[in-house]
Structure formats: structure tokens, C-alpha cells
């Protein structure tokens, strides 16, 4: 089982801010099976990039995925107030969906 | 418009079963795999499963095996998941979401059921 592990645990940023969110897989991933969600607290997850670095529909231009194998990266140009959540990584690979353990991006 | 809507909370004592409900509408149905992830509390999120709607077919993780059952309901386009066994472990909010091709993101989400395990 793919192993993926965000860092940092929490990152302590003030709006305008840019924000880098990191997801290290334990072995390779194809880029194209690689995701990022957004979460607020009491709400559902939501999809912002999918295949490593397409935008999900509506999702702002300010979110920008990239990477490849083991080392893919979430960033957010300048961070709004609204973007003040919990992010996680998922990967599929092999029948087997995994996420990250969240990294939570807040306000300073 | 398109959405997902969950049956309510529910609590179970220990060693019962639960039974979530996920019912899907705005979109065709068995075009859409289903996946089921739980969260518990201020924990992150846990990949359970997923089911092909098309003809049922369905993939768990091996800590769910023999212990986790994904169905549908074509008829009424609604997918359920029931897990057995239940331990206070289990106490998490329980999503349904789906996905259009296997690794391309779940990109409509239930609202979520709290299922409670407690004696």
C-alpha cells in the first residue's frame, strides 16, 4: 500500500500569503491518479486539483498542483480567508485509494 | 443539480451493524463509481471502499475486509454501506462520493452520516 505523507502538519500563513503544501508517496505514483481536497471544518471534502495538476471545476486559479513519482506540491498563489482549511492528498494505485494525514493551513 | 444525500446519524452499541444510505441524483447513476471514506472525530480521512453501480463489483481495503458490504440499488439510485461488527473505533462521520474513472478524484460528495458507537 502506497504510504503518503504531508508535510508541513500545520502552516501558519496570513491572507495574501503564498502557500506550498507537500505530499511524499512512499513509492512512485502515476501523476495522473493523484488528487488534492480541501476541507472546512463540518463540511465535506472538496476537489481542487486531480491528475496531479488540473483544476476541478470552479476551483480558482490561485490553486496550482504539480509533481511527479513521489514528490507532488499544492499551492496557493495568495491565500483568501476562505482558503484557511485542512488540505489532503489521495493517490490510486493498484485497486487502493490512500490519503495524506492533512496538512492545515491557518491564519497567522 | 447534481448530489448526494445521506441517510441520518445513527448510534449502535457495540457489536451491532449500521447501514448508510447515500442516495444519488442530478446524474446518471451507474456512470459513477461510489466510494465510501470515513473521518473520525478530528481525525483525517480513510478510503473504505468502492463499488461499481454498473454491476455491483466492489474493491475494500484489507482492514475492511470481512467486515464491510457495498451495495445499490439501481431502481432508486442508491448506493448503501453497511459495516458489522461495530466498536468504538468505528465512531467517525461516514461519506459517500463519487468518481467518473478510478484515480481521476471524487468530485461530489455526500453530506456525511455520524454514525456513534457507544454502550
Known amino acids: 500500500e502506497v504510504v503518503l505523507t504531508q508535510s508541513p502538519g500545520t502552516l501558519s500563513l496570513s491572507p495574501g500569503e503564498r502557500a506550498t503544501l507537500s505530499c511524499r508517496a512512499s513509492q512512485s505514483v502515476r501523476s495522473s491518479y493523484l488528487a488534492w481536497y480541501q476541507q472546512k471544518p463540518g463540511q465535506a471534502p472538496r476537489l481542487l486539483i486531480y491528475?496531479?495538476?488540473s483544476r476541478a471545476t470552479g476551483i480558482p486559479d490561485r490553486f496550482s498542483g504539480s509533481g511527479s513519482g513521489t514528490d507532488f506540491t499544492l499551492s496557493i498563489s495568495r491565500l483568501e480567508p476562505e482558503d484557511f482549511a485542512v488540505y489532503y492528498c489521495?493517490?490510486?494505485?493498484?485497486?487502493?485509494?490512500?490519503f495524506g494525514q492533512g496538512t492545515k493551513v491557518e491564519i497567522k | 443539480q447534481v448530489q448526494l444525500v445521506q441517510s441520518g446519524a445513527a448510534v449502535k452499541k457495540p457489536g451491532a451493524s449500521v447501514k448508510v444510505s447515500c442516495k444519488a441524483s442530478g446524474y446518471t447513476f451507474t456512470s459513477y463509481y461510489m466510494h465510501w471514506v470515513r473521518q473520525a472525530p478530528g481525525q483525517g480521512l480513510e478510503w473504505m471502499g468502492i463499488i461499481n453501480p454498473s454491476d455491483g463489483s466492489t474493491s475494500y481495503p484489507q482492514k475492511f475486509q470481512g467486515r464491510v458490504t457495498m451495495t445499490r440499488d439501481t431502481s432508486t439510485s442508491t448506493g448503501y454501506m453497511e459495516l458489522s461488527s461495530l466498536r468504538s473505533e468505528d465512531t467517525a462521520v461516514y461519506y459517500c462520493?463519487?468518481?467518473?474513472?478510478?484515480?481521476?478524484?471524487?468530485?461530489?460528495w455526500g453530506q456525511g452520516t455520524t454514525v456513534t458507537v457507544s454502550s
Open positions: 462520493a463519487r468518481e467518473t474513472i478510478p484515480g481521476l478524484g471524487m468530485d461530489v
Open positions: 489521495q493517490q490510486y494505485g493498484s485497486s487502493t485509494w490512500t
Open positions: 491528475g496531479a495538476s
